[in-house]
């Protein structure tokens, strides 16, 4: 009888071992995976890709830095040259390839005629890739009539595209990306570049140039800021809003869009 | 500065211009009685402003959307056949285009304020036409030498 114990928990300790070794491996992969930027599901791969919110003008990532022209190659067609800096308009680069099947709801939005495009008088660019790495047939066959496309590698790698889709907006005045990134959808990455659009139409405003359209500037900005705050319990006078010190002495301290906090 | 090089055309394109270098179709791909090309005919527009995807080789589709700081050419190459003939006469790639040779009635596509030139040349054995439109006639003083300096990085080969 003790033997049969003796080799039943040897047994269960040999499993247990087994499978945690299972799971052990498992989380490396998923970490790996991770560290990969490849998700599972479609949320997983959602929140795995930069978005516009995050790379904004005045963050870490590529929005805000040095916008540069695209030479490459007309699909199907000669050498191009389109040019995104020192033009009065903002250019909307859309890094897409044939095969990835997160761009196909990109390729359908962009064959809608009049698509609603962020900026000012935006104009649309779909970038490729060199012949040598995507096929010149397909995206030649992909790209809606009308909409200007050149494959240029060279691009991908000036942007720091870090695969597809990808989309920068670029201000041809300042010669800057307003915001990069990537979204599921159109209509999701429409609004996020919107907004990036408007922070930097703000950030010029308060140097004395343009103005964020109506309904989206700094003050309503504010003002949803507010309510935020509002409904997490965090009012005016609120001491985390004051961390060296006391509130002021006049007015509303905790109203960002009469003041703003120091 | 960005070069584009293709089929013994090559053009400096500066800084805020544009430009696209093409060839036209084959003839011989439908219609089987032509013989085909010995080589391609070269097409190259060059612009100050945005180049629409879709224009034809003169322009059309394009000029209409330029202002009246717009700048357009269009170098055309036609058949072996034109080099000799007398329209073709004039040699080599013109240095420099004179304002007063701008006028409206050289244009394509006849759009009011603007003013065109023809050109037509060879280089070898290659027949082209040059073909220019600015957005504004009263303009040309200052459009035509602009279009110059880009008009200096054109060579073919």
Redesign the interface.
């Given at each position: 009888m003790t033997v049969v114990v003796v080799l039943l928990a040897v047994a269960v300790g040999v499993l247990a071992l087994i499978v945690f070794g299972l799971l052990r491996t498992h989380a490396e992969i998923l970490r790996a995976l991770d560290r990969a930027g490849i998700g599972l599901d479609e949320e997983s791969e959602a929140s795995s890709l930069p978005s516009p919110d995050q790379d904004r003008a005045g963050g870490s990532g590529p929005a805000g830095r040095d916008a540069s022209?695209l030479?490459g190659t007309?699909p199907a067609?000669?050498?191009?040259?389109?040019?995104v800096?020192?033009?009065p308009?903002h250019t909307l680069l859309a890094f897409l390839s044939s095969g990835c099947r997160t761009c196909k709801p990109f390729w359908q939005a962009f064959a809608e005629p009049g698509v609603d495009l962020p900026g000012s008088g935006t104009?649309l660019v779909i970038v490729g890739q060199d012949p040598a790495h995507d096929s010149e047939s397909a995206l030649a066959e992909l790209v809606p009539?009308?909409?200007?496309?050149v494959l240029s590698s060279a691009a991908w790698q000036d942007y720091d595209v870090p695969g597809s889709p990808y989309f920068a907006l670029v201000d041809g005045v300042d010669g800057r990306v307003v915001g990069a990134g990537s979204a599921l959808g159109w209509e999701q990455l429409r609004e996020l570049l919107q907004e990036a659009v408007d922070d930097a139409a703000l950030d010029r405003g308060t140097r004395g140039r343009a103005r964020p359209p109506a309904g989206r500037s700094g003050r309503s900005r504010a003002r949803r800021a507010d309510d935020a705050l509002r409904s997490a319990g965090v009012g005016p006078g609120h001491p985390s809003l004051y961390p060296g010190g006391s509130a002021p002495v006049h007015g509303n301290g905790a109203d960002s869009s009469d003041r703003r906090v120091e | 500065m960005t070069t584009l090089a293709a089929h013994g055309v090559s053009i400096d394109v500066p800084a805020g211009w544009e430009a696209e270098l093409s060839t036209q179709p084959d003839p011989s791909t439908v219609d089987q009685t032509v013989d085909p090309l010995p080589s391609p005919l070269v097409v190259l527009h060059t612009a100050n402003f945005s180049l629409p995807a879709e224009r034809d080789d003169y322009g059309a589709g394009a000029v209409e959307t330029m202002d009246r700081n717009g700048i357009f050419a269009a170098l055309v190459e036609f058949g072996a056949a034109s080099v000799g003939t007398m329209l073709f006469a004039a040699q080599g790639v013109p240095g420099r285009l004179a304002p007063e040779d701008f006028a409206s009635d050289q244009l394509n596509v006849a759009v009011p304020g603007h003013a065109g030139l023809q050109h037509f040349f060879h280089v070898d054995a290659r027949a082209f036409c040059l073909y220019v439109v600015i957005g504004s006639h009263s303009r040309r003083g200052v459009l035509v030498p602009e279009f110059n300096r880009v008009l200096s990085g054109l060579s073919i080969a």
């Amino acid at each position: 009888m003790t033997v049969v114990v003796v080799l039943l928990a040897v047994a269960v300790g040999v499993l247990a071992l087994i499978v945690f070794g299972l799971l052990r491996t498992h989380a490396e992969i998923l970490r790996a995976l991770d560290r990969a930027g490849i998700g599972l599901d479609e949320e997983s791969e959602a929140s795995s890709l930069p978005s516009p919110d995050q790379d904004r003008a005045g963050g870490s990532g590529p929005a805000g830095r040095d916008a540069s022209d695209l030479a490459g190659t007309v699909p199907a067609g000669g050498p191009t040259k389109v040019a995104v800096t020192g033009v009065p308009h903002h250019t909307l680069l859309a890094f897409l390839s044939s095969g990835c099947r997160t761009c196909k709801p990109f390729w359908q939005a962009f064959a809608e005629p009049g698509v609603d495009l962020p900026g000012s008088g935006t104009r649309l660019v779909i970038v490729g890739q060199d012949p040598a790495h995507d096929s010149e047939s397909a995206l030649a066959e992909l790209v809606p009539a009308g909409v200007k496309a050149v494959l240029s590698s060279a691009a991908w790698q000036d942007y720091d595209v870090p695969g597809s889709p990808y989309f920068a907006l670029v201000d041809g005045v300042d010669g800057r990306v307003v915001g990069a990134g990537s979204a599921l959808g159109w209509e999701q990455l429409r609004e996020l570049l919107q907004e990036a659009v408007d922070d930097a139409a703000l950030d010029r405003g308060t140097r004395g140039r343009a103005r964020p359209p109506a309904g989206r500037s700094g003050r309503s900005r504010a003002r949803r800021a507010d309510d935020a705050l509002r409904s997490a319990g965090v009012g005016p006078g609120h001491p985390s809003l004051y961390p060296g010190g006391s509130a002021p002495v006049h007015g509303n301290g905790a109203d960002s869009s009469d003041r703003r906090v120091e | 500065m960005t070069t584009l090089a293709a089929h013994g055309v090559s053009i400096d394109v500066p800084a805020g211009w544009e430009a696209e270098l093409s060839t036209q179709p084959d003839p011989s791909t439908v219609d089987q009685t032509v013989d085909p090309l010995p080589s391609p005919l070269v097409v190259l527009h060059t612009a100050n402003f945005s180049l629409p995807a879709e224009r034809d080789d003169y322009g059309a589709g394009a000029v209409e959307t330029m202002d009246r700081n717009g700048i357009f050419a269009a170098l055309v190459e036609f058949g072996a056949a034109s080099v000799g003939t007398m329209l073709f006469a004039a040699q080599g790639v013109p240095g420099r285009l004179a304002p007063e040779d701008f006028a409206s009635d050289q244009l394509n596509v006849a759009v009011p304020g603007h003013a065109g030139l023809q050109h037509f040349f060879h280089v070898d054995a290659r027949a082209f036409c040059l073909y220019v439109v600015i957005g504004s006639h009263s303009r040309r003083g200052v459009l035509v030498p602009e279009f110059n300096r880009v008009l200096s990085g054109l060579s073919i080969a």
